[in-house]
Structure formats: C-alpha cells, structure tokens
Nanobody, 116 residues
Framework: QVQLVESGGGLVQPGGSLRLSCLASGFTFSTYALTWYRQAPGKEREWVALIRSGGGGTSYADSVKGRFTISRDNTKNTVDLQMNSLKPEDTAVYYC?????????WGQGTQVTVSS
C-alpha cells in the first residue's frame, strides 16, 4: 500500500523556520522524483520545490528560492523541506508528491501558518 505522510507543519511567526518531512512507503522510493506543492485558501495548488532521483538535482519556485531547501534520504524514504525566513504569504497546506512514469502519489497535506 502506497503512503506518503507529511509532518512538521504548524504556526510560526514571520521570519521563523519550519522543517517539513514526508515519510514514504509502498514503492521504490529512490526511483521517484519528489516534489513539495502548496495550496493557499482560494488559490490553485503550486509547486514549491523538486528533487530528482539519481543525482538528486533540485529546482525551486522563484517565490521560495534562497529560503527553502529540499532534501531526500533514500535510506529512510523521507523527503524534507527546510523553510527559513517564512512570510505570511507562505501560509498554505503543503503536500508531498512522488512521481515516476505513470505513477503519481500524493500525501494528505500539512498546514503551515505564518502569522504574528
């Protein structure tokens, strides 16, 4: 059974940090590209950061570049998102996604709220 379970969300003040984690099971984790997405209220889901399989190259949305860092641990089947210098506009539900060929898996999401 395929599962992606996100954790680490919460309430943080502007300028603060959070680390999200996604634990995967039920598929060959190292083969998959992993992406963090987010969806704010009333907005479409947008991609935030991607880490590829193999060499683990990364890409970031312009809105988070320099503030967020995505990483993966293929021995633990986890993908993390370190979020620094958080802004109110980072408030959203954050989702973990794993994709390879026709396989496309999603987690249930974790809420991040940036507010004073």
């Amino acid at each position: 059974q395929v599962q992606l379970v996100e954790s680490g969300g919460g309430l943080v003040q502007p300028g603060g940090s959070l680390r999200l984690s996604c634990l995967a099971s039920g598929f060959t984790f190292s083969t998959y590209a992993l992406t963090w997405y987010r969806q704010a209220p009333g907005k479409e889901r947008e991609w935030v950061a991607l880490i590829r399989s193999g060499g683990g190259g990364t890409s970031y949305a312009d809105s988070v570049k320099g503030r967020f860092t995505i990483s993966r641990d293929n021995t633990k089947n986890t993908v993390d998102l370190q979020m620094n210098s958080l802004k109110p506009e980072d408030t959203a539900v954050y989702y973990c996604n794993a994709k390879w060929l026709w396989d496309d898996y999603w987690g249930q999401g974790t809420q991040v709220t940036v507010s004073s």
